[in-house]
């Protein structure tokens, strides 16, 4: 189970063979899951630099199995002869199912390259802003973003089920999103309305999901 975690620190829980691993922070949420193989119930938040050194220790090693051991303070990792041990948070984490919609007006299936490759191009040349808008109807999807000396518009063939849409997004964060799912075949952006989060989930992995906050504009 692979996962990129760009936040301050995540959850990992544990139960009936089943591994969720949820990160977060105030503007947008990573989630996913898979099967393992466990003795009792875990639930423990790991802090955000320590599954920075984890994810770069497991990128190294590459031992297809890894095996976890926690007494809810510590955390040890054992893949190979390599083992990696850190302290754990103390606490609860969110309540994440709480803010992720079931929901949607509008849902867009696109090919991850080409949605990936028209952002990367919108934020070169919208240099001096973070935001980029997105704007969704029948035809496809129009990724525009603009600063007080350039304007970068891109088009992006998608299939678009539901009503039109304009939303706005940290573009640094639909790239990190972006880059997390990887090279994919397709991606479904699901849009509840402009104002509520948005969900990127790989076409193929309805388990994993990338959920954005959208940024309002006046």
């Known amino acids: 189970m692979t996962f990129t ?9 544990i139960e009936n063979q089943v591994i969720r691993v949820v990160a977060t922070d105030s503007f947008r949420l990573a989630a996913k899951k898979g099967l393992c193989e466990a003795d009792t119930p875990i639930d423990i938040i790991v802090p955000g630099k320590s599954a920075d050194r984890l994810l770069d220790a497991l990128s190294i090693k590459g031992e297809e199995k890894v095996q976890l051991r926690t007494d809810g303070k510590w955390l040890e990792m054992e893949n190979g002869n390599m083992r990696f041990r850190t302290t754990l948070l103390a606490g609860k984490y969110i309540e994440y199912k709480r803010i992720i919609p079931t929901e949607f007006e509008t849902k867009v299936l696109c090919k991850s390259d080409e949605l990936k490759s028209a952002v990367e191009r919108t934020m070169l040349t919208g240099e001096g802003t973070a935001a980029i808008k997105m704007h969704v109807d029948s035809n496809g999807m129009v990724i525009r973003s603009n600063n007080a000396t350039s304007e970068s518009v891109e088009f992006v063939d998608c299939d678009v089920r539901g009503n039109d849409q304009d939303v706005t997004f940290n ?3 639909v790239q990190a999103a972006l880059g997390a ?3 994919r075949e397709a991606v479904w952006v699901k849009i509840p309305n402009p104002v509520r989060p948005t969900m990127l989930v790989p076409e193929d992995i309805p388990d994993e999901l990338h959920m954005l906050i959208p940024v309002r504009t006046y």
Do not use: D, E, M
């Not at 975690?5 to 829980?13: A, E, L, M, V, W």
């Open 171 to 173: 573009g640094k964060y």
């Open 181 to 183: 799912i990887g090279n």
């Open 5 to 13: 975690i760009p936040f301050c620190y995540f959850s990992c829980s």
